[in-house]
């Protein structure tokens, strides 16, 4: 078993004006395939501005940075402090072409590294059942 693994960028968030787009690497291009027919993507991304020793080793956190919240471990937030600096969040696709897919928005800034992309589909999301804490509840959690 391993320590340490390799993970590299298949492409880039890019914020141009209203237009929020992923740009694949062109070597990447042809893993689209077939993408077309979906309408929602789950996006995995690096934290790569939080990529620092000391934000590594923050594991409890205030929800969405708000003091008033109770404080939890990283595991049970989307903080972008964490010990593994990835990211998950699922975007609507809005038009692909080429190796560019266009998207709805992302809680990611311009140059975010894409560390990868997979399809969305609620047949294997977690059926109700389900519950949250009551932080949790109200609005999108970015924290």
Known sequence: MTD???IFPVGFVRKKGSKTQIEILPKFRAALFGLD???HIHVLYWFHENDTPRQ?????VHPRN??????AGVFATHSPVRP???ALTICRITAIRENII????????????????K???RK???EPPFHVPEWARAGKESC
């Not at 590594?56 to 409890?60: A, H, K, V, Y």
């Not at 708000?66 to 404080?71: F, M, S």
Request: glycine content about 8%.
């Open 37 to 39: 027919g979906f309408s």
């Open 4 to 6: 340490s693994y390799q």
């Open 102 to 117: 266009e998207i709805d928005g992302i809680d990611a800034n311009d140059g975010t590294p894409v560390i990868d992309i």
């Open 84 to 86: 593994n600096l990835v």
């Open 124 to 126: 294997n999301e977690a």
């Open 119 to 121: 399809s969305y589909n």
């Open 66 to 71: 708000d003091k008033r919240n109770p404080l």
């Open 56 to 60: 590594r080793s923050i594991l409890q």
